[in-house]
């Protein structure tokens, strides 16, 4: 990676976080915000790059690229990096995610929860969990509907090896300014459902992206996923 490709993460690091900023204090928590680098299809270079300019929490789509990533990166000393699996997760991929992600963004389903409770390594800290949610009912969209979240929020409450931290959704695409607001808070609205049960540990509200990032914050997302705006175009 030449050093001017290195620089222009580092810089659109900077200029994301900044953002943030002024978004959360905009927002009627004023809560800081995490940053998740969304790193699927991009280079072991481009990940360090983002972090030595700081960035800790890294988001990958698929188990077999994720894994190989993660092994590679600690290898070479990036120990504190945290790596969030965000995609679809099969029965038959969960124990790579289980032995090797800090986070799982995209729960929808009590056997998943099950299995990746029971094949995290006793070792290890437990799994932080998301719940993603499906609120707008969209068919091309994983996630669970808001009707179910509680009695998946029990179950996974309930496992040993697990650590349910809050909710995520991804927005049917297409939707207007006025849909993805009203979307977004009935996501809020779960979330604070959710913390009324469990308490402080339900701190992370996953939504928004590089288009709908200024929505989510001010509708209470404190973590966003953004890739391009950071890395640029994905690697083919």
């Known amino acids: 990676m030449t050093i001017k490709v290195s620089e222009k993460i580092q810089n659109n690091l900077v200029n994301l976080r900044q953002q943030l900023k002024i978004l959360s204090e905009e927002s009627d928590d004023q809560q800081p915000v995490q940053l ?15 972090a030595d300019a700081g960035q800790i ?8 690229e994720g894994v190989a990533k993660i092994q590679q990166l600690r290898a070479e000393g990036f120990n504190h990096l945290q790596w969030h699996f965000i995609g679809p997760l099969q029965s038959n991929k969960t124990k790579d995610v289980a032995e090797h992600f800090d986070w799982v963004q995209s729960i929808e389903r009590e056997k998943i929860a099950r299995r990746l409770n029971d094949q995290r390594p006793t070792d290890s800290d437990p799994l932080n969990v998301l719940l993603q949610v499906n609120i707008d009912d969209d068919d091309n969209k994983s996630g669970l509907s808001p009707n179910d979240v509680e009695a998946l929020a029990r179950f996974v409450s309930n ?16 939707t207007s300014e ?4 009203e979307s977004f808070a009935k996501m809020r ?3 604070q459902q959710l913390q009324a049960v469990y308490g402080e540990q339900i701190d992370t509200l996953s939504m928004g992206m590089s288009g709908d990032m200024r929505q989510a914050v001010l509708e209470g997302a404190n973590m966003v996923r953004i890739g391009t705006a950071i890395f640029g175009q994905r690697e083919s």
């Open 36 to 50: 998740l680098a969304v790193s699927k299809k991009h280079s072991i270079d481009a990940i360090k790059a983002a």
């Open 57 to 64: 929490h890294f988001g990958e789509n698929y188990v077999q």
């Open 159 to 174: 496992c040993e090896n697990l650590k349910l931290r809050g909710l995520m959704t991804i927005l049917k695409a297409g």
């Open 178 to 181: 006025q849909e993805r607001k």
């Open 189 to 191: 609205q779960l979330y």
